[in-house]
């Protein structure tokens, strides 16, 4: 499917409320390949559905209670000359007055589920902070 590709090196990306772990991965497809064959066949990522894979998406499909929608989806641009997609690991859907926020955690052997709920809480207080009211009493966006 790809003539070469390149992981890098663990990178420790900082941001307001949390950090992350972040690798980047750059491919070069074989001629016959479409960047879209690509993506199918490395989503979802093991970082939102676990490993193994395929007993991982098995127990998240008949344990949640809910569409992740947007969450833990594929957001990008392609073009015939490059391709860059990113794994959407929070999201918000509005609509009318409703705000719908998403995030999550990886949950591994050893893992302490008070901390995880810690963890997915600051994430999500990230996002929701994007939409909190300003000293004039209006919502902003940013």
């Known amino acids: 499917m790809v003539e070469s590709f390149d992981v890098s090196e663990v990178e420790l990306k900082p941001l307001r409320k949390v950090q992350h772990l972040l690798r980047k991965i750059r491919a070069n ?17 093991a970082a939102v559905s676990g490993l193994p894979q395929q007993q991982a998406r098995i127990i998240l499909s008949e344990i949640e209670t809910f569409d992740r929608g947007w969450y833990a989806g594929t ?24 705000i719908r926020v998403f995030a999550g955690a990886g949950i591994v052997e050893g893992s302490e589920p008070l901390a995880e709920w810690k963890e997915i809480e600051r994430k999500a ?13 209006e919502k902003e966006c940013l």
Not at 29 to 45: F, G, M
Not at 77 to 97: D, K, W
Not at 125 to 137: C, K, Q, R, T, V
């Open 29 to 45: 497809l074989t001629a016959h390949y479409r960047d879209s064959t690509l993506l199918k066949a490395i989503h979802p990522t």
């Open 75 to 98: 957001l990008g641009l392609m073009s015939e000359a490059y391709t860059e997609f990113c794994v959407a690991i929070r999201s918000a859907f509005i609509e009318g007055n409703r």
């Open 125 to 137: 207080s990230g996002l929701i902070s994007l939409f909190a009211e300003n000293n004039y009493g």
